[in-house]
């Protein structure tokens, strides 16, 4: 639900996302549900997207009933023909696109080495992790002209950098978003369009966390040089790439990993 209140007004205050209008893709759970919330309290107006609308509408009603301004809408973008819509109805939403956070992701469900690789699985992942994006940013693109600026923010993996055994579907994926991050930000620098990737580490996750061990815990926290990820973490990176304080940042690829890329720690096996 949107209001014809000043945009960058969230209790009462002037926040860091005056007048921004923000959709992130994949933001019913996890990393995408808590970049909203933070988005939202930062004086954007937001929309959640997902599969799931009764979980879409439960974060729009956790931004609206905390003062902030949010819409949900939903979209398969594994199809072209969705990606464009669902960039031109949160525009209509919201009166305009200057923000796209794309964080929606598929897995490679399970390890298999490129000699066993299963060709619909290798589509699948390239074709919501990398080519669906490559929809999107099109899309947005051209309603960021229309605004005079836009910022778009990839959420990638250091898997791209530091791959896992049997993973190949998403660690190509994210390589490939890594190169297009840098392509965007050269083809439209230019035009006050900037793009920027982060590198996440692990990041804690309620749903598949819930049961972890001690010896888990300790094997992951041996990854990091301080300690697992939390969602909000991803989320203030977020905010910072979306807001007019990063203008003279563009093309970059920023490790959110806890030092895991850096450290000599063991690669998630």
Same mark, same amino acid.
């Given at each position: 639900?949107?209001?014809?209140?000043?945009?960058?007004?969230?209790? &009462?205050?002037?926040?860091?996302?005056?007048?921004?209008?923000?959709?992130?893709?994949?933001?019913?759970? &996890?990393?995408?549900?808590?970049?909203? $919330?933070?988005?939202?309290?930062?004086?954007?107006?937001?929309?959640?997207?997902?599969?799931?609308?009764?979980? &879409?509408?439960?974060?729009?009603?956790?931004?609206?009933?905390?003062?902030?301004? *949010?819409? @949900?809408?939903?979209?398969?973008? *594994?199809?072209?023909?969705?990606?464009?819509?669902?960039?031109?109805?949160?525009?209509?939403?919201?009166? &305009?696109?200057?923000?796209?956070?794309?964080?929606?992701?598929?897995?490679?469900?399970?390890?298999?080495?490129?000699?066993?690789?299963?060709?619909?699985?290798?589509?699948?992942?390239?074709?919501?992790?990398?080519?669906?994006?490559?929809?999107?940013?099109?899309?947005?693109?051209?309603?960021?002209?229309?605004?005079?600026?836009?910022?778009?923010?990839?959420?990638?993996?250091?898997?791209?950098?530091? *791959?896992?055994?049997? @993973?190949?579907?998403?660690?190509?994926?994210?390589?490939?978003?890594?190169?297009?991050?840098?392509?965007?930000?050269?083809?439209?620098?230019?035009?006050?369009?900037?793009?920027?990737?982060?590198?996440?580490?692990?990041?804690?996750?309620?749903?598949?966390?819930?049961?972890?061990?001690?010896?888990?815990?300790?094997?992951?926290?041996?990854?990091?040089?301080?300690?697992?990820?939390?969602?909000?973490?991803?989320?203030?990176?977020?905010?910072?790439?979306?807001?007019?304080?990063?203008? @003279?940042?563009?093309?970059?690829?920023?490790?959110?990993?806890?030092?895991?890329?850096?450290?000599?720690?063991? $690669?998630?096996?």
């Amino acid at each position: 639900m949107l209001t014809d209140r000043h945009p960058g007004v969230y209790a &009462g205050l002037l926040m860091r996302l005056d007048g921004e209008r923000i959709l992130i893709t994949g933001s019913t759970s &996890g990393i995408g549900r808590q970049t909203a $919330v933070m988005c939202a309290r930062e004086g954007a107006r937001v929309a959640v997207h997902g599969r799931d609308v009764e979980r &879409g509408e439960a974060v729009v009603r956790s931004i609206v009933q905390a003062g902030g301004e *949010a819409v @949900f809408v939903a979209a398969d973008i *594994a199809h072209e023909d969705a990606c464009t819509g669902l960039i031109d109805t949160v525009a209509d939403l919201l009166g &305009g696109l200057t923000v796209l956070v794309n964080n929606a992701v598929a897995g490679s469900g399970g390890r298999s080495p490129v000699g066993a690789l299963d060709t619909a699985l290798w589509e699948r992942v390239l074709r919501v992790n990398l080519t669906s994006v490559a929809w999107l940013c099109r899309a947005a693109i051209a309603h960021m002209l229309r605004a005079g600026h836009g910022s778009i923010v990839n959420v990638s993996s250091r898997q791209a950098e530091r *791959a896992s055994a049997g @993973f190949a579907p998403y660690v190509a994926s994210k390589g490939g978003l890594n190169a297009l991050t840098r392509s965007i930000a050269v083809d439209y620098g230019r035009q006050r369009i900037r793009c920027n990737a982060l590198s996440v580490g692990y990041v804690e996750n309620e749903r598949r966390d819930a049961g972890m061990t001690a010896e888990r815990r300790a094997e992951l926290e041996a990854m990091h040089l301080t300690r697992l990820g939390r969602a909000e973490d991803i989320g203030w990176a977020v905010v910072y790439l979306a807001s007019r304080e990063s203008e @003279f940042v563009t093309g970059a690829l920023l490790p959110i990993d806890g030092g895991g890329t850096i450290a000599r720690g063991r $690669v998630l096996g």
